[in-house]
């Protein structure tokens, strides 16, 4: 039950009032326009002349000034009319995602590997079926993903094991890649064929993403959240990460979730898992209530049309390949310091916890959230328990890979705690140093953004509450905090 202030604020705050409250007039708007005109300058500066992962120094100060100017863009935002605001978040998101196309990918190889799938697959063959290198398919290459005379020095080059170079990593293994995350490939191949053609994808499925936060009603604001994102520039566009895709999908489940369309709000989640894996996380928080008593129909309904949608997803790939539609799953956990033997993630786990509980601990904490989320979570808010179990897993193992936070981002646009973006900062961070302290040290800082802002907020929902109810005992009327 709100209170009479929070009632208040909350029409303040669709009315389009300033930070004192006062009326906000259309010239607010020029300050967030040039912040982010800046912000677009930026990042195109930082996918041209801002390094790459074979020159990483000049890298920390251009991500720097994105994430300033980011920063800076959602507070004028703030001062931005309600009614003006959607325009421009649009046709900001327009411009990062266009910046991303500037250049070739500059900081991950993974998009080579697309270009890969799609060309096997338009050939009529399964991409689960060879590795890139095998001669079978010497047939399908060329010169963008397997080049010849410049030395294989580039720092997306390496060779295979018959010394012919390639753009392609890991060009030993199958791919790793869900079907849906194939099917995407093979619909892209027709549109140019190489890595722009990906590339171009990536943006309009970051771009289409804008538009379904923009219409869930959210507010236009938090949409931002996504849409101006450097990341978006970075992880979605320039080296055009399919988790793009799995975090469209799965912000458009969400929204049918929470209009009560449980069949339509699971198959597109389980068409997002079926993209990535990683959007499973998010899946508890699409069954609020689960375990506060007897399910309802809607989580039976929505858990079985998820669970269908992946399974038929795999079937046409599984006739085809069998078992090896698992790809180099296995290999690529162990390969990342996920398997007790070689064990490199969960840094935070391991300050407090010998090595080999890690990976128990973690799983312990991960369910023990997941309990939480399908207990206590919000039916209104899918979004919220989706965010808290995400950011949660991706906290405790401490991935390095930043793109993963895509889906975060997401959620963060959908539910506004913004907090939580400090979890893919903390991947950008080992992304580009690397390192065990480092791990630590960037998560740990996350952890502490995480719960020091939650905190924060819990006191100051409290102190709105206390001066609700002393304001009419002493005459006064309560004024809301807006900062």
């Known amino acids: 039950?709100?209170?009479?202030?929070?009632?208040?604020?909350?029409?303040?705050?669709?009315?389009?009032?300033?930070?004192?409250?006062?009326?906000?007039?259309t010239r607010t708007g020029l300050p967030c326009?040039?912040?982010?005109?800046?912000?677009?300058?930026?990042?195109?500066?930082?996918?041209?002349?801002?390094?790459?992962?074979?020159?990483?120094?000049?890298?920390?100060?251009?991500?720097?000034?994105?994430?300033?100017?980011?920063?800076?863009a959602l507070v004028l935002l703030r001062r931005v009319p309600a009614r003006r605001a959607a325009p421009l978040v649009l046709a900001g998101s327009v411009l990062v995602a266009a910046a991303g196309l500037l250049a070739p990918p500059r900081t991950s190889d993974d998009a080579y590997r697309y270009v890969w799938d799609g060309r096997v697959q338009a050939a009529g063959i399964s991409p689960y079926a060879f590795a890139p290198d095998d001669p079978v398919l010497a047939g399908l290459r060329d010169g963008g993903l397997f080049p010849a005379g410049d030395g294989c020095r580039g720092w997306d080059e390496r060779r295979t094991a018959a010394g012919d170079c390639t753009r392609i990593n890991r060009p030993a293994v199958h791919t790793i890649y869900p079907p849906v995350a194939e099917a995407w490939f093979l619909v892209v191949h027709p549109f140019g064929g190489g890595v722009r053609g990906v590339q171009g994808a990536g943006a309009l499925l970051a771009v289409a993403t804008?538009?379904?936060?923009?219409?869930?009603?959210?507010?236009?604001?938090?949409?931002?959240?996504?849409?101006?994102?450097?990341?978006?520039?970075?992880?979605?566009?320039?080296?055009?990460?399919?988790?793009?895709?799995?975090?469209?999908?799965?912000?458009?489940?969400?929204?049918?979730?929470?209009?009560?369309?449980?069949v339509g709000g699971g198959v597109l989640a389980g068409a997002a898992v079926a993209a990535k894996l990683l959007p499973a996380l998010a899946l508890p928080g699409a069954l609020p209530g689960l375990l506060s008593g007897r399910p309802a129909r809607r989580h039976l309904v929505l858990a079985g049309a998820a669970a269908g949608v992946f399974v038929l997803a795999y079937l046409p790939y599984a006739a085809l390949s069998g078992a090896a539609v698992l790809g180099y799953l296995p290999g690529y956990l162990q390969e990342e310091g996920y398997g007790r033997e070689h064990l490199g993630r969960f840094g935070l786990l391991r300050l407090v916890v010998p090595d080999g509980w890690a990976p128990w601990v973690a799983g312990a904490v991960l369910v023990g959230v997941v309990l939480w989320v399908l207990r206590c979570g919000d039916p209104r808010r899918p979004w919220r328990g989706a965010l808290v179990v995400t950011g949660t897993a991706l906290l405790v193992v401490a991935p390095a890979y930043p793109w993963y936070g895509l889906l975060v981002v997401a959620l963060v646009a959908l539910d506004g705690r913004r907090e939580w973006l400090a979890v893919p900062a903390a991947g950008q961070v080992l992304y580009l140093a690397g390192g065990g302290a480092v791990q630590q040290v960037a998560y740990g800082a996350a952890l502490v953004c995480v719960l020091g802002v939650a905190s924060w907020r819990r006191l100051r929902r409290r102190a709105v509450v206390r001066r609700a109810v002393d304001g009419p005992r002493t005459g006064v009327t309560p004024v809301p905090d807006r900062r």
């Open 1 to 25: 039950m709100l209170t009479e202030s929070e009632r208040r604020l909350r029409r303040g705050r669709r009315a389009g009032a300033g930070w004192q409250g006062g009326p906000v007039t």
């Open 33 to 72: 326009v040039l912040a982010l005109a800046a912000l677009v300058a930026a990042l195109a500066l930082t996918v041209t002349v801002g390094g790459t992962l074979g020159e990483r120094t000049a890298l920390y100060g251009w991500y720097a000034l994105d994430a300033a100017l980011f920063a800076l």
């Open 210 to 262: 804008t538009g379904v936060l923009l219409l869930s009603g959210r507010g236009s604001r938090r949409a931002a959240v996504w849409g101006w994102c450097p990341g978006i520039t970075v992880w979605a566009v320039n080296d055009a990460h399919v988790d793009t895709l799995g975090a469209l999908l799965l912000v458009a489940g969400l929204g049918l979730v929470a209009r009560g369309r449980p």
